[in-house]
């Protein structure tokens, strides 16, 4: 913890807005605090005004220790931010590389391993079962049937297209007078 406060209070040239804490800060938060009476009053005791008080003092430190460390954090995180931007990854190419680390940790495993050979099995067993069904006089058969019956359907469409734009063109032709074909339209 000394080292990062030393490095946060030679470092004044980068971070303008940087919270600066001194070495005697950092030395007063990594001493663990010994007080002997923390645990009195979950007995169901009273605590006298002189313990109260000396909770009361403890409470301050440990939450001073709060915030200095939180403000330690919060420096270290904003350096990591600046070496990252430095050595140009993004947060889209971290992203990325955390995608593919868990991946390859999923496909390494057993029981994927395992699920990959089953499945791969299965589609081979499918496959096979697809190459019988398709040899088999009865799939031929319907395979056929299916096919003129498709072929049918397309030849009456096509007929009844043609019947529809035949009559049309005639209908068209004989209800409209010559004189109106001829005028411009204004």
């Not at 403890?58 to 954090?73: A, F, G, M, P, R």
């Not at 992203?95 to 089953?118: G, H």
Request: net charge negative; aromatic share 4%.
């Amino acid at each position: 913890m000394s080292k990062f406060a030393k490095e946060l209070e030679g470092d004044d040239s980068e971070d303008e807005d940087a919270v600066v804490i001194g070495a005697e800060d950092v030395a007063q938060t990594s001493q663990p605090s010994l007080n002997p009476i923390q645990n009195k009053g979950n007995d169901g005791i009273p605590l006298s005004e002189a313990e109260k008080e000396l909770l009361r003092e403890e409470l301050l430190k440990t939450e001073d220790e709060i915030s200095t460390l939180k403000q330690v954090l919060v420096a270290r995180q904003k350096h990591a931010g600046e070496l990252k931007r430095k050595l140009g990854l993004s947060p889209f190419s971290e992203l990325s590389q955390d995608i593919n680390r868990s991946v390859k940790v999923v496909t390494d495993t057993e029981a994927f391993q395992k699920t990959a050979e089953v499945t791969a099995a299965a589609a081979d067993t499918v496959k096979e079962k697809w190459q019988d069904m398709r040899n088999s006089s009865l799939f031929k058969s319907f395979e056929s049937k299916l096919g003129t019956a498709y072929n049918q359907a397309k030849m009456a469409a096509s007929t009844s297209i043609d019947h529809l734009a035949g009559a049309a063109r005639g209908q068209s032709q004989a209800g409209t007078p010559v004189a109106e074909e001829a005028k411009p339209m204004p």
